[in-house]
């Protein structure tokens, strides 16, 4: 492919650094700029809660690509650029320095930002978020130098980082509004099953409970005070209460924002020459006949091929399934679907749930919705090949462990 166009990413996470790959293995020549708030460049963000937070992944391993890749492929990577706004009528985006950078066609992978706490004593020191590469640092510094860590939220963020702080041998209270963690996503069935993993490792939990003030003296982190008056002592507190996608510069540029970036299938937002992909695009799925955002690292990695397509013109459509995965203590998950809170009528057990060797399913109108297998593997792909087919699998099938998946799935 020869062409004279520019290609402009903005946002250098793993989206926008698979974006950029999957434009030059797709046969974009152009010139191809990609913008970056951080100083850093392109990295995956799962280690920064899991192995690198605990020492055991190097800093080097959680680059998308080795630093001399972008030179390689003739990329123009921009680190420690704050794009300020987008031109649409002109193809220009706007720096912070002043200065503009042209587009032909241009992709967002501006992803999500943690939210924060508004109550007393949120700015004080020792209150941590965790999204960056520098915030992950900052946190394994502080494991090996307190004692007695709050988490607020219990959520995939704050069990991981329990999971490390337990591991250091730091006292760990967790502070969750619902009756145990995870339950939106996984629902009480398998909710259960995470409480138990933390209780048997010394966390304490603190549910159905709100924070009222972050503790201080002289602007340095002493507890939490909740709100039935508790105080829980504390050198350091980490907020984990979710992200919101960073829509700041499509919303001011007009573009469709809903819970994201809206964009079709083929990752295009409301102007046809802009597409948005990861954390930020709120995109139509094909199988589900809706929009959806997901917020995993699986996305982030297979959605911008669909993007790079569509920006070179090409027929494409993102129909991939939600997939994420943690690791907590000795516990390895995988979860595969997508299902929202009431979204589903029973869960399927197969396996041992209490020795915490199993599968559960989602099921919907008996039909499987989602699928998490824990300490079993390579099993997602049946998991999947189930979902799509979207038929109804007796639940006692399901439960056997008699029945291979892969039987189930072609039956299906």
């Known amino acids: 492919m020869v062409t004279s166009d520019a290609f402009v990413i903005v946002g250098a996470g793993l989206a926008g650094a698979k974006a950029a790959e999957a434009l030059r293995k797709q046969g974009f020549d152009g010139r191809l700029i990609m913008l970056g708030a951080e100083h850093h460049a392109p990295y995956e963000r799962p280690p920064l809660s899991k192995d690198y937070l605990r020492g055991k992944t190097p800093r080097e391993k959680v680059f998308a690509h080795a630093h001399h890749w972008y030179t390689e492929h003739d990329v123009e990577l921009r680190s420690g650029q704050v794009v300020t706004g987008v031109d649409r ?21 501006t992803g999500a930002s943690p939210r924060t706490l508004q109550v ?49 041998g730091v ?34 939990f603190r549910f159905k409970a709100s924070l009222e003030e972050i503790v201080a003296d002289d602007g ?29 510069l499509a919303e001011a540029a007009g573009l469709h924002v809903d819970n994201g970036v809206v964009v079709d299938a083929a990752l295009r937002t409301s102007d046809p020459n802009i597409f ?26 297979q959605q911008p091929k669909a993007a790079a397509a569509s920006m070179l013109g090409s027929d494409a459509s993102y129909d991939e399934l939600p997939y994420f995965y943690t690791d907590q203590y000795d516990l390895g998950m995988e979860y595969v679907g997508f299902v929202e809170p009431g979204g589903y009528d029973r869960v399927v057990f197969r396996g041992d749930v209490a020795g915490r060797e199993f599968i559960a399913f989602w099921l919907s109108n008996d039909r499987v919705v989602a699928g998490m297998n824990v300490n079993v593997w390579d099993v997602v792909e049946p998991i999947k090949s189930i979902i799509k087919s979207r038929a109804a699998v007796p639940a006692h099938q399901l439960a056997d462990v008699g029945i291979a998946l892969a039987d189930l799935a072609v039956d299906a």
């Open 171 to 204: 006292e760990v209270t967790v502070v969750e509004t619902a009756e145990l963690p995870l339950l939106r996503v996984l629902g009480p069935e398998v909710a259960q099953v995470f409480a138990d993993l933390h209780l048997e490792r010394g966390v304490d």
């Open 276 to 301: 948005a992909a990861g954390d930020v695009a709120n995109a139509f799925h094909p199988l589900y006949g809706r929009h959806i955002r997901v917020e995993h690292w699986a996305n982030a990695r």
């Open 89 to 109: 009528g002109t193809g220009e985006v706007r720096l912070a320095d002043g200065s503009v950078v042209s587009y032909d066609k241009l992709l967002l992978t």
């Open 220 to 248: 340095v982190v002493t507890g939490v005070r909740l709100g039935d008056g508790t105080t829980i002592a504390a050198d350091a507190v980490l907020v984990a209460v979710g992200a919101s996608p960073n829509v700041q």
């Open 120 to 168: 007393p004593g949120a700015d004080a020191v020792g209150v941590h978020y965790l999204r960056t590469l520098d915030d992950s640092d900052v946190l394994r510094a502080t494991l090996t130098t307190s004692s007695r860590l709050v988490v607020i939220g219990a959520g995939w963020i704050g069990l991981e980082v329990a999971a490390a702080a337990r591991l250091a």
